[in-house]
């Protein structure tokens, strides 16, 4: 698999993916905003209990493998992470809003049922129907550049 993450790696870009979409006025993270992000007891499985030091870490690992980047400047105190996981100017990894929701989704809570991922994703995206659902993960699992999500027990 071309995006092979750790469950950390995983708990971090899906935090910064969720963000970004449901709460853009505090988008981009601070080091701080990840910890509580990762550590969220609601929407999480498992529910981590993660420390600053193990996030900054994550997190400087993500940053050399390109898939985050810091954001500082001026009005910036302190150096906040934004995700280039998925749709950013230079990554190669495209993504509808319906897919991002899904991915999002499995990287925070892991392996779901359809219902599940449409009831849960919904904060991000609005599946009209379970075919919709569906046809998504199937474009997940089926990507040329190596799929995104498998069927359980695939």
Same mark, same amino acid.
């Given at each position: ?22 709460? $853009?006025?505090?988008? $981009? ?16 499985? $498992? ?19 390109h898939f985050l980047r810091t954001v500082s400047g001026f009005g910036n105190r302190v150096t906040k992470y934004e995700q280039r996981f998925c749709n ?46 569906e046809s998504t993960l199937e474009r997940l699992a089926s990507r040329e550049d190596g799929p995104l999500?498998? $069927?359980?027990?695939?």
């Amino acid at each position: 698999m071309k995006y092979e993450l750790t469950a950390t790696e995983a708990r971090v870009i899906g935090c910064l993916l969720e963000k970004q979409v449901t709460t $853009p006025e505090q988008y $981009p993270l601070s080091v701080h905003g990840v910890v509580t992000a990762c550590n969220q007891k609601t929407n999480r499985e $498992p529910v981590m209990n993660l420390t600053e030091q193990a996030v900054q870490e994550q997190l400087d690992n993500l940053v050399k493998r390109h898939f985050l980047r810091t954001v500082s400047g001026f009005g910036n105190r302190v150096t906040k992470y934004e995700q280039r996981f998925c749709n950013s100017e230079f990554g190669d990894l495209k993504l509808s809003a319906a897919e991002v929701a899904i991915v999002t989704t499995l990287l925070l809570r892991g392996a779901q049922t359809p219902g599940e991922l449409r009831s849960r994703a919904s904060r991000m995206y609005e599946f009209s129907d379970m075919a919709e659902v569906e046809s998504t993960l199937e474009r997940l699992a089926s990507r040329e550049d190596g799929p995104l999500c498998h $069927p359980s027990g695939a």
